[in-house]
């Protein structure tokens, strides 16, 4: 193909790490850049659409509320779209009640029905995690206990978590969690960074921005393993795919987890009056239900209908999309064992959540691809076959 006989750089995939990439190799370095993306659409697992029935933004990989403490990245972004002042405020709903997540002063004290100080819930929590006092936790279970106490573990962490990893927290390790996020203020913002919001024109337009330049040119619907024979050797390559894929799973496959989405349209302008609400309780198959029109109060969305997904935790077959990397000991232990194969590939570089099997939100994924252009740029890489 003649395009990629004249790149400078081919990037495999579309997502924020490697439109990040080529849009720095693009205008800073006026590299010529093809990226090579499986999906029929650029934006990686942050693509947004317009519902076709309510006109809504949907995200169909799930739901992405962007937040950053990194000014950096911050200010990059800023370049390709403005930001709503959307704060995400999440509710939980347990045994037919909705509370407010993360768990902060007003959960705890509509949970225990009780007005409560500060020190006094703090003291109360304490006093309920005690009963793990002087013993190791010995899974995910008494690491929660440990930290949150038996009554909210058991009202907001139990059912959410068996239904996530479909398996008992009891035959979890600890190591899954090093803490859980209580607040004892009526702080109800789940995200505490200082810069967060929605992007006002979505998702998919911030990548529009972002490849908008003559040297890039997107090839979609193109699964690089296809393609990689007829790429000339000596052009180096951003691999932002699954690592063990690129290697033909000759180690084994990585653990992920994955997520099923059913999207409904339903007769209302208001289904359930905030965007997330997660479903504790394990009778409950869905983990939560996300209404779309809540991200964006300032758009002119239809007042008699809305568009909303319920979505459903498992662990990830061969064909599904990767979402969640499980990450037990046996996972890390396979991923040192590509990431040695990857380090003695000539020429590429792996990079991005499914390159690294880490979970990223975008702002790591963005702040990880800065970090390494600015490495790239100044090596021999970055030059290609120039
Ligand atoms: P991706 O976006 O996954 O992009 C990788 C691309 O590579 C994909 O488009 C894929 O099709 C392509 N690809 C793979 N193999 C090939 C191949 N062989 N050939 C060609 N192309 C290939 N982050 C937040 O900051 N806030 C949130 O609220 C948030 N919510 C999330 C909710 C869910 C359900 C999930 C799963 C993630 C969420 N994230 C969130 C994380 C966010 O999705 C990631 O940070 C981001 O997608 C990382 O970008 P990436 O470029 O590394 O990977």
């Known amino acids: 193909m003649d395009i990629l006989d004249k790149a400078d750089l081919v990037i495999v995939g579309a997502g924020f790490y490697g439109a ?5 190799a693009a205008n800073e370095h006026g590299l010529k850049v093809v990226i090579v993306e499986r999906r029929g659409h650029i934006g990686g697992n942050a693509y947004s659409e317009t519902d076709p029935d309510t006109g809504i933004e949907v995200h169909r990989y799930g739901p992405h509320i962007f937040h950053t403490p990194n000014d950096a990245v911050w200010s990059y972004l800023n370049r390709f779209t403005s930001f709503t002042d959307y704060t995400h405020r999440p509710f939980s709903v347990f045994r037919g ?4 997540l993360p768990i902060n002063l007003a959960t705890i004290c509509q949970f225990f029905r009780r007005q409560l100080s500060p020190d006094e819930a703090r003291a109360l929590i304490a006093g309920q995690a005690a009963e793990m006092a002087g013993r190791e936790p010995d899974n995910l279970e008494e690491k929660a206990i440990s930290l949150i106490g038996r009554p909210l573990y058991e009202a907001f962490i139990r059912g959410y978590t068996k239904k996530q990893w479909q398996t008992d927290p009891r035959d979890l390790p600890a190591s899954i969690i090093s803490r859980l996020p209580v607040r004892y203020t009526f702080d109800n913002r789940y995200f505490s960074d200082p810069h967060q919001g929605m992007p006002l024109s979505g998702y998919t337009a911030i990548f529009d921005r972002m490849l908008d330049h003559e040297n890039i040119h997107v090839l979609l619907d193109c699964d690089w393993f296809e393609l990689r024979d007829s790429i000339p050797r000596a052009v180096p390559t951003v691999y932002t795919g699954p690592i063990d894929a690129y290697f033909g799973f000759s180690e084994g496959r990585l ?3 994955t997520c099923d989405f059913s999207r409904s349209v339903v007769a209302t302008g ?3 009056g905030t965007a997330m609400m997660n479903y504790a309780d394990e009778e409950t198959a869905h983990t ?3 209404e779309y029109r809540h991200f ?3 758009r002119d969305y239809p007042v008699d209908r809305s568009v909303i997904v319920h979505e459903y935790a498992r662990s990830a077959g061969a064909g599904d999309e990767p979402y969640y990397p499980i990450d037990t000991l046996a ?3 396979l991923y040192l064992r590509y990431r040695a194969l990857a380090d003695r590939e000539p020429n590429v570089h792996f990079g991005g959540r499914l390159g690294t099997y880490r979970y990223l939100d975008m702002h790591q994924a963005i702040g990880a691809a800065l970090k390494e252009w600015e490495r790239l740029r100044t090596s021999e890489f970055a ?3 120039k």
Do not use: C, F, L
């Open 20 to 24: 990040t990439i080529a849009e720095r």
């Open 270 to 272: 208001d289904y359930q």
């Open 255 to 257: 653990g992920w987890r």
């Open 383 to 385: 030059h290609g076959r």
């Open 97 to 100: 009640q909705a509370y407010s």
């Open 331 to 333: 996972d890390k232990a």
């Open 288 to 290: 939560r239900i996300v």
């Open 296 to 298: 964006h109060p300032e």
